[in-house]
């Protein structure tokens, strides 16, 4: 009897205790400050990277949970973030270039960042959360800082403002050009050839403040915001577009580093067996001026585009840091989630390529971590497969707000405990070239793809074994071998996400 009237007592405390949290939950709002790193690969310290200085990301990484195996769903900027912000998939969103809106395609759909405003959050972006000229209005409060290049300082001491950072060219920005040719030295390597389309060199070392260039000036301004809004729940979303190119940073950042230290990829060479339509030309990098029309870049040219995407994440997470040091000194730590990601990952020269727009892990795999107020473990990682549209669903449970309909992640917020807890047995990622659509699966061992006409009808695969082969340099897909195993991995393909668990 005794035991019995015990149990309700407990039953009924813990009953009280849930009505007491969801209460406070409730009462006290958690914030969210989203940040997106446009063209983050995890070539950063706290990913076990040498040589590199983040030192701000890697001190996020310590107070929260580091994701070392995190996907995004097309390694391109607009249906990676539309996937990520609408908690759909490529497939779902119909998204899969840097032309098209969802609202077009999905127009009833309520985003992330929607989401919290619908539930009483101030929600404002600041720089790239969706891609240049596909904002989305009923996302945020107000307007989006958009200024990328608001303000910049002219060789004359003067200052002028752009809207896109695809207008800078040399004739407007002469003294970022200067700048560069001088950086590049004698032998005038980055010198323009006058090829190129947009007329610019891929990377610049300015002499000038944090605050002369975007992410610089952005941090400013998230910061404003954030001492206005303090006293309000907020879903701030910071966008930094560094270390996409071109990697423009203050020289200072580009002392951090040495050109001979700069290490080249082991594997400037496609992958044994490829099947062709899987590679890139890496046109993206091509169109900027002194780089070749056709061939790999010399080595000299490679060390300098490696320097230069260091020197600007390295740019980039100073920026980072005045960011969140502001978010302590408004004492707003004990009551934000921190979220960061970049969008995809980057080739830097793995495979002979550049830039991202592949299904390899080099484009698929990026960066991910949270901080949130409650999490117990910090600076633990895990290894778990988790996916970018995993993030909305996530947030929601972490900020107590229910799951809008047909969101295709799962909250990994379980994993915030218990980092090695049994997780999804893949990840899934895309990427359309021409007529075939490419599908990649990434297990626990392997890479596995297959590239599908519109009827659905396999004209290639690429199969890649982790465990002997990080680098992805053998597709042992045709190996006669390999075939019951490809049988089960075309399975498991074709299942999909929603099989996947966990
Ligand atoms: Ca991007």
């Not at 999905?106 to 405003?117: G, R, Y």
């Not at 597709?475 to 006669?480: E, I, K, Q, T, Y």
Request: charged letters at 25%; proline letters at 7%; glycine letters at 8%.
């Amino acid at each position: 009897m005794n035991r019995i009237i015990f149990t309700r007592w407990q039953q009924l405390t813990a009953a009280l205790m849930l009505t007491a949290l969801s209460t406070f939950a409730a009462e006290k709002k958690l914030n969210v400050l989203f940040i997106a790193i446009d063209d983050l690969r995890p070539e950063l310290g706290c990913y076990g990277v040498k040589g590199i200085k983040s030192p701000n990301i890697d001190a996020l990484a310590k107070r929260g949970l580091l994701f070392s195996r995190a996907y995004c769903q097309q390694a391109v900027c607009s249906p990676s973030r539309t996937s990520l912000l609408t908690g759909r998939r490529p497939d779902t969103t119909r998204i899969y270039n840097l032309e098209d809106h969802f609202r077009d395609t999905i127009p009833d759909v309520v985003t992330l960042p929607q989401h919290f405003k619908n539930n009483g959050y101030f929600c404002q972006s600041f720089g790239k959360i969706y891609h240049g000229g596909l904002d989305d209005p009923k996302s945020w409060s107000v307007p989006g800082f958009l200024g990328a290049l608001d303000n910049v300082l002219m060789a004359d001491g003067s200052r002028r403002t752009i809207a896109d950072p695809d207008d800078l060219t040399e004739g407007k920005f002469p003294f970022i050009f200067a700048a560069n040719k001088e950086a590049s030295g004698p032998n005038g390597k980055q010198k323009p050839n006058g090829k190129g389309q947009k007329g610019r060199p891929p990377w610049s070392a300015p002499d000038v403040e944090d605050n002369e260039l975007s992410d610089g000036q952005m941090a400013e301004k998230a910061i404003e915001v954030m001492q206005n809004v303090k006293d309000k729940p907020f879903f701030l979303a910071v966008g930094f577009h560094k270390p996409h190119l071109s990697f423009d940073a203050p020289k200072k950042y580009y002392d951090l580093y040495k050109l001979e230290d700069m290490k080249l990829a082991s594997n400037p060479f496609p992958p044994k067996d490829v099947f062709p339509p899987a590679m890139i030309d890496w046109k993206e990098l091509r169109n900027y001026t002194g780089m070749p029309q056709e061939g790999p870049v010399s080595d000299q040219q490679a060390r300098e585009l490696i320097r230069g995407y260091y020197a600007a994440t390295s740019y980039m997470d100073a920026q980072l840091g005045k960011v969140l040091a502001a978010l302590d000194k408004l004492g707003l730590r004990d009551n934000t989630i921190i979220i960061l990601w970049g969008d995809h990952g980057w080739q830097l020269g793995e495979h002979g390529m550049w830039c991202k727009h592949t299904n390899y892990e080099t484009s698929t795999h990026s960066v991910l971590m949270i901080s949130t107020p409650t999490q117990k473990k910090r600076g633990a990682k895990t290894d778990a497969l988790v996916e970018f549209v995993d993030i909305y669903p996530s947030l929601c449970e972490l900020a107590g707000l229910p799951l809008t309909d047909g969101l295709e992640g799962k909250s990994f917020v379980p994993l915030l405990s218990n980092p090695k807890k049994s997780w999804k047995s893949a990840a899934f990622s895309q990427y359309p070239r021409g007529p075939l659509m490419g599908y990649a699966m990434r297990t626990d061992r392997y890479r596995y793809v297959e590239w599908v006409t519109k009827e659905k009808v396999v004209k290639g695969r690429e199969l890649y074994d982790h465990k002997n082969d990080a680098d992805e340099n053998v597709n042992v897909a045709n190996l006669p071998a390999n075939k019951a195993l490809i049988e089960k991995l075309s399975q498991q393909l074709v299942a999909g996400w929603r099989a996947a668990g966990p």
